[in-house]
């Protein structure tokens, strides 16, 4: 790594993400780390320009104030303390201002004028270092990934060819529960034209009828990810010498803020259920990156946007937004509708606007007249929200010409669909998902 660090010690903070977004924002690179970081894994770590012993709310553990270990104050690198008195008095501090415009102007100080750091964090150096990381950890030694066609599986795989090229293989399960064209545009991005080894495994029969009948939210999705597990161990099965899995975890994934140490989570558990036999050593490039750094790290691998800055989707799909027991004509009304209504919101100028937005199916029908006879139908629900994290979430008000286009557009397009409906309801109480 050649990028200068700041680290950020958890003392109790809330705010340890935050800080480190902040700086990363400035150019510098950033790692949260426990409190009790020992003198070995501070040294351990490259090119560290600065402390920052992040004290908040959780300070006090069972009665007892935590603090940085005597290592830290013994190292010799310029140490800031936020947010509560330092241990030490003959550490210089700087004050913590309440304001957050002087906040962010002590934190600039800080790093620059203090810790002397360079601003050469961007995506470019982060990119050549990790190919160099990739190719010392994995050799001439084989990578396979499950390759969903999401933000963090599709970054990681066009970083790992780049790295490796040949020596990756990517999985691509279609469980059928994706959006439209979602299947072919891996298929087209990363066959065709990065030239990955790409398995496509057509496993929408098998995950339909497994699913048939099932008409309970929980055990649907239950079902989504074994048979997800099931499927991708039958692929890897059947290809020789690998011994290394990429995934796509990220910095959110493995940082606990606001506990009292911010543990370092170990690995993210999407593929847990692989037996025994089937361990392998995990390629986590991203794992320091935030989800606006790992969008600018496939920007610059040249990933297109409508991969890049995809709306947040469920591992389930379109499972949960099918509700009650999936039917494949319910299913196939619920894709096309909500690709018209992704179409309509491209033309309103709300993609990337708009948090997420989606279509639901109920599992029943209603009364309409079509071509002057009597149709029973099934109504579709329009759901459009905002959220910073997911939480809570409010609705978009979406502007009515918008709204009667895509209802006009369904009613016409799409088959069995009789009505259109618009759900007003924030969260809590309701959930951003149906299921
Ligand atoms: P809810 O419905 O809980 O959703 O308000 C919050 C956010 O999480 C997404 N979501 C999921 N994401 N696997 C995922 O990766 C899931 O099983 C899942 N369920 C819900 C949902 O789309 C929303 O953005």
Partial sequence: MQQDMIVILDLGSKENTRVAREI?????????????????????????????????????????????????????????????????????????????????????????????????????????????????QVGNKKVLLALSGGVDSSVVAALLIRAIGDQLTCVHVNHGLLRKGEPEQVVQVFRDELGANLIYVDAVDRFLNKLAGVADPEQKRKIIGAEFIRVFEEEARKLDGIEFLGQGTIYPD????????????????????????????????????????????????????????????????????????????????????????RDEFDKAGLRGKVWQYFTVIPDFRSTGVRDNARCFEWPVILRAVNTVDAMTATVEQVQWPVLLKITDRILAEVKGVNRVLYDLSPKPVATIEWE
């Fill in 24 to 136: 990363r924002t400035l150019g510098v690179y950033t790692e949260i780390h426990p409190h009790d970081i020992t003198a070995e894994q501070l040294s351990a770590l490259p090119n560290v320009k600065g402390i920052i012993l992040n004290g908040g709310v959780n300070r006090v553990v069972d009665g007892v104030e935590i603090d940085a270990s005597d290592a830290v104050y013994g190292a010799g690198i310029p140490l800031m303390a936020v947010d509560h008195k330092a241990r030490k008095a003959d550490v210089s501090l700087e004050a913590w201002p309440e304001d957050e415009a002087e906040r962010s102007m002590a934190l600039k100080r800080f790093v620059f004028d203090d810790c002397h750091a360079i601003a050469n964090w961007n995506m470019d150096n982060f990119i050549a270092d990790q190919i160099e990381l990739i190719r010392q």
């Fill in 254 to 341: 493995i940082v606990e803020s606001g506990t009292k140490t911010a543990k370092m989570v170990k690995s993210h558990h999407n593929v847990g259920g692989l037996p025994e036999d089937l361990q392998f050593e995990l390629v986590e490039p991203l794992k320091m990156l935030f989800k606006d750094e790992v969008r600018a790290c496939g920007v610059a691998l040249g990933l297109p946007d409508s991969m890049v800055y995809r709306q947040p989707f469920p591992g389930p799909g379109l499972g949960v937004r099918c509700l009650g027991a999936i039917t494949r004509d319910r299913l196939e009304a619920l894709r096309e509708a909500d690709a018209i209504l």
